[in-house]
């Protein structure tokens, strides 16, 4: 089955700045990548996908970039703020009828 | 995006007892939902996908006859814990996948059991 590796596990870093968070994934069939942020005590919140057609997608702060090749996607914040400060965590699946197969998630920490 | 809602989003059971959880689409048909289980600082572990009309398909490891799963329409998946411990606490969540939106997530519900 997929099995998806997250990096790094806990970041911190400064209001302002950016966060990059990177994941790779095992199974060359999966096809689409979410990425969630979760709030404590809530469930996780879709920021962005992206589907292996396309190697980078963009919204507003948040970008997403994708390499079939090499089996890794990342997540890009600029500009963070406090309010980005969350559990993120990345996907992957394939095309059928699967569940998602998460990372282990990331603690991004935004320092004021 | 979707709205997927979750309910209740907190339950606290006495041990040996069920409690069901719902999970609905609300400006969708999900014919497939999938329930999730989170422990603390953890990531999400795919339970079972449940298949409107049809039987569950469980991961490894997960009772069936613990954890049943029923997906009777188009917009409502429940997940009962049968004869719940104490170890069964947990959060668990539950998505849908939309036709081409993406795949969204209920608020979650933390099952306390004592």
């Known amino acids: 089955g997929e099995n998806v590796e997250q990096h790094p596990s806990t970041l911190s870093v400064q209001e302002g700045d950016s966060a990059v968070i990177k994941c790779t994934y095992s199974?060359?069939?999966?096809?689409?990548f979410p990425w969630y942020k979760q709030e404590l005590g809530k469930g996780p919140q879709l920021i962005i996908d992206i589907r292996s057609n396309v190697g980078e997608k963009k919204d507003q702060r948040i970008a997403v970039t994708l390499n079939k090749t090499a089996k890794h996607f990342s997540l890009h914040i600029t500009e963070t703020q406090p309010e980005d400060s969350a559990v993120y965590f990345c996907?992957?699946?394939?095309?059928?009828?699967?569940?998602?197969?998460f990372g282990k998630g990331t603690h991004l920490i935004i320092q004021p | 995006g979707a709205v997927v809602s979750q309910h209740p989003s907190w339950v606290i059971c006495k041990s040996g007892t069920s409690v069901k959880i719902e999970c609905r689409s609300l400006?969708?048909?999900?014919?497939?939902m999938f329930w999730y289980r989170q422990f603390p600082k953890q990531s999400l572990m795919l339970m079972a996908t449940?298949?409107?009309?049809?039987?569950?398909?469980?991961e490894q490891g997960v009772e069936k006859d613990k954890f049943l799963i029923n997906h009777a329409s188009l917009t409502l998946s429940t997940l009962t814990v049968t004869s719940a411990h104490p170890e069964d606490s947990s959060f668990y969540i539950c998505?849908?996948?939309?036709?081409?939106?993406?795949?969204?997530f209920g608020q979650g519900t933390r099952l306390t059991v004592v």
């Open positions: 199974d060359s069939a999966s096809n689409y």
């Open positions: 449940s298949n409107e009309g049809s039987k569950a398909t469980y």
């Open positions: 998505s849908a996948r939309t036709g081409g939106r993406g795949t969204f």
């Open positions: 400006d969708f048909q999900a014919t497939t």
């Open positions: 996907a992957a699946a394939g095309g059928g009828a699967d569940g998602l197969t």
